[in-house]
């Protein structure tokens, strides 16, 4: 059975640093892409990043402007390093996954975790 767990969001002052980790159980993500998505108070959900599993490939939202890091830790974790934290930045983060080499709309989410930016 699929399932994604987030951990590592938080509390932070502007200016900070986050790493946000997704950990996946009932599948190793080498076959799959897997992406972060973040969704604000009173706004969409909105992709973040997304990672390829079998090439590496990475590719991250316009508004990043590198200030983000998407990585794949291990067979099954999937990393989210954030630095420079703004308050805009805050909004719960999910974890998805698609069985594919391309496409990065989820099948399935996990439960989110709550980055908090904020003096």
């Known amino acids: 059975q699929v399932r994604l767990v987030e951990f590592g969001g938080g509390l932070v002052q502007p200016g900070g640093s986050l790493r946000l980790t997704c950990e996946a159980s009932g599948f190793t993500t080498d076959k799959y892409v897997m992406s972060w998505y973040r969704q604000a108070p009173g706004k969409e959900r909105e992709l973040v990043a997304f990672i390829i599993g079998v090439s590496g490939k990475t590719r991250y939202a316009d508004f990043v402007k590198d200030r983000f890091h998407i990585s794949r830790d291990n067979a099954y974790n999937t990393s989210l390093q954030i630095n420079s934290l703004k308050p805009e930045d805050t909004a719960v983060y999910y974890c998805?996954?698609?069985?594919?080499?391309?496409?990065?709309?989820?099948?399935?989410w996990g439960q989110g975790t709550q980055v908090t930016v904020s003096s």
């Open positions: 998805g996954e698609r069985h594919s080499s391309y496409n990065y709309v989820p099948d399935h």
